[in-house]
């Protein structure tokens, strides 16, 4: 019986620390960072922010539902390869904030054509769904966007404050 008390006292305090490190937040950036590039390593589930090649912050990211490969067709669940821009950005998404990639290029909208396939699209960096900010950092523990990339809520609003539209994208598998 014991026994059977302290395992479960124990397992209480590693689900309340898992816990305390899902909402804590991390010291934020200093006003007036700005990003220069972003690289997604997507085999590490990282997202870095760049500046003048000085990593300012790393994240732990969510992929789509597919992740292994590059993005070809719309609904493959995978999120892109390659090379893109940050081109706008979405106030009022349903996933909290979002910033849209410049994903598909104008080759890979050609070879879908070509394969009579949609290459996809609205592939964006965001939070979580509107109303689901309580998962906070347990976002990453399943790939389960359609392919884009997601962070918690606290963190894609520092990405929001410190990534100017136009900002170059890597994504490596």
């Not at 209480?12 to 960072?33: E, K």
């Amino acid at each position: 019986m014991r026994a059977a008390l302290l395992a479960l006292a124990f397992a209480l305090l590693f689900l309340a620390t898992l816990a305390a490190h899902a909402i804590w937040p991390h010291d934020p950036l200093p006003q007036g960072t700005r990003a220069d590039r972003i690289i997604v390593h997507k085999s590490k589930r990282k997202l870095v922010l760049m500046d003048k090649g000085t990593v300012l912050r790393e994240y732990r990211i969510a992929l789509g539902s597919n992740p292994v490969g590059a993005k070809e067709i719309e609904g493959d669940g995978k999120t892109p390869e390659g090379r893109y821009l940050i081109d706008y950005r979405n106030p009022r998404s349903k996933f909290h904030l979002s910033l849209h990639l410049s994903y598909p290029k104008p080759e890979q909208i050609a070879r879908a054509k070509r394969q009579g396939v949609s290459p996809g699209g609205m592939i964006m960096i965001h939070g979580l769904a509107n109303g689901t900010g309580w998962l906070g950092k347990f976002h990453w523990l399943a790939d389960w966007t359609n392919g884009c990339i997601a962070v918690s809520n606290a963190e894609i609003e520092e990405i929001w404050r410190v990534v100017p539209d136009g900002t170059p994208i890597e994504i490596h598998p």
